[in-house]
């Protein structure tokens, strides 16, 4: 979940910030050079002061929802005659105005989600598709539905394995 939660945030503030604050972070400067620096262990609230310092936002929203919550944020869709609605279902119900990218007829399109919610209006017909580089940590129910198949299929084989050793 952390290199995903890293890949969110580095799509969210751009390479430039994102760079920015992995040095200081790591190297205590932006400007690491032999001899100029030490490495750093920082806490959590240390790493996100960074963030907000070098992006000059406040950015504790994203992660008290990646970092301080076990369940990932699900993006609800609803499309009508003449749009898409998207909105942000954040665990604990806090606030989650991450934008999302939506592909309409192979073009891409960046919907700002103010207060967690979105619209995009879309021409009759048009082929649509949530997230097309999947840059955004979210729930998935396919992903889900696999990680529960794989369960069963675990289970399963450890009772027949069980089995099988008992009746030797």
Same mark, same amino acid.
Not at 1 to 12: A, D, E, F, N, Q
Not at 15 to 38: C, H, I, L, M, S
Not at 61 to 76: H, N, T
């Given at each position: 979940?952390?290199? @995903? /939660? ?5 799509? @969210? ?29 920082l806490s959590t609230p240390q790493y996100i002061d960074i963030v907000n310092r070098v992006t000059g936002q406040d950015y504790r929203? =994203? =992660?008290?929802? %990646?970092? %301080? ?5 699900? @993006?609800?869709t609803t499309r009508d005659a003449k749009g898409l609605d998207l909105r942000w279902k954040a665990p604990a119900g806090k606030p ?17 989600? *103010?207060?967690?919610?979105?619209? @995009? ?8 598709? /949530?997230?097309?580089?999947? *840059? ?6 396919? /992903?889900?539905? =696999?990680?529960?198949?794989? *369960?069963?299929?675990?289970?399963? *084989? ?11």
């Open positions: 979940k952390g290199s @995903l /939660i890293l890949h969110t945030l580095r799509h @969210l503030i751009g390479d430039e910030d994102f760079f920015a604050v992995t040095r200081q972070a790591v190297y205590g400067t932006d400007k690491p050079a032999p001899g100029n620096f030490k490495p750093l262990y929203w =994203f =992660f008290d929802v %990646y970092l %301080y919550q076990a369940a990932l944020p699900d @993006l609800v989650f105005p991450m934008p999302v990218q939506v592909r309409v007829n192979g073009q891409d399109k960046t919907v700002p989600m *103010k207060d967690g919610q979105g619209r @995009l209006e879309l021409p009759a017909g048009a082929v649509y598709v /949530i997230d097309p580089h999947s *840059k955004v940590l979210r729930a998935q129910p396919h /992903i889900e539905e =696999f990680q529960a198949f794989r *369960k069963a299929e675990m289970e399963k *084989k450890a009772k027949a394995a069980a089995a099988k050793s008992g009746k030797r």
